[in-house]
């Protein structure tokens, strides 16, 4: 079977600079994705990595470490706007893309 | 344009009822997928569909019967509602199914409430 495990929240405060880990179990890993939920919205595409080392995009950055079975995301320069749940999701390496999401780590930026 | 559009947005019904929700994709891409997402927010797949073809069919009960009448569309038929089905679902698209990246598409989401 698989796991995904990631902390339930973290709190920061603006302008600070937060990582978001995730650990996983699965049979046929192909690659790591994060998404952002806000409340009440769409989980929306960050980052993958399929490759170990840091993907950066912006003020997001991911990392992955194939051989720990272990990814974090990387938030700087934070904004209240980035209050949101983020979560990994493992690429199993089915011949199809299934994506199968972690639990989530709801994210609360404050002043 | 919306992208990934689910309809309806809100869904409040009774158990036992039957009810569906429509997902509907204007990005060409080839493969669509079901997650639910229940009331701690996990998400998990239930079904997906490449080019109308079943490819993903997680354990779930028989009460749910996906139907793709061609690549851009995919519904979802839910019958003898429960509570437990009380959920967000929401419908995803990708371009192609074991293609090098991990971005899905989502809908907004159907509220599906139960009483």
């Known amino acids: 079977g698989q796991s995904l495990e990631q902390p339930s929240e973290v709190t920061a405060v603006e302008g600070a600079i937060v990582q978001i880990n995730c650990t996983y179990q699965?049979?046929?890993?192909?690659?790591l994705s994060w998404y952002q939920q806000h409340d009440g919205g769409a989980p929306t595409f960050l980052s993958y990595?399929?490759?170990?080392g840091l993907e950066e995009t912006g003020r997001f950055s991911s990392f992955l470490s194939r051989s720990d079975s272990y990814g974090y995301l990387l938030l700087q320069e934070l904004q209240m706007k980035d209050s949101a749940s983020y979560f990994c999701?493992?690429?199993?390496?089915?011949?199809?893309?299934?994506?199968?999401f972690g639990t989530g780590t709801r994210l609360l930026v404050s002043p | 344009d919306t992208a990934v559009s689910q309809t309806p947005k809100y869904l409040v019904t009774q158990m036992g009822n039957d009810k569906s929700i429509k997902c509907e994709q204007n990005?060409?891409?080839?493969?669509m997928y079901w997650y639910k997402q229940d009331s701690k927010k996990f998400l998990k797949i239930m079904f997906s569909?490449?080019?109308?073809?079943?490819?993903i069919n997680e354990t779930v009960p028989n009460r749910f019967s996906p139907k793709s009448p061609d690549k851009a569309h995919l519904n979802l038929h839910i019958n003898s509602l429960e509570l437990g089905d009380s959920a967000v679902y929401f419908c995803?698209?990708?371009?192609?199914?074991?293609?090098?990246?991990?971005?899905?598409?989502f809908g907004e989401g159907s509220r599906l409430t139960v009483l």
């Open positions: 995803a698209s990708s371009p192609r199914t074991g293609g090098d990246t991990g971005e899905l598409f």
């Open positions: 699965t049979s046929g890993f192909y690659g």
């Open positions: 990595n399929a490759l170990d």
């Open positions: 999701a493992v690429k199993e390496n089915t011949g199809f893309q299934k994506l199968v």
């Open positions: 990005l060409g891409h080839d493969t």
């Open positions: 569909y490449n080019n109308k073809e079943l490819i």
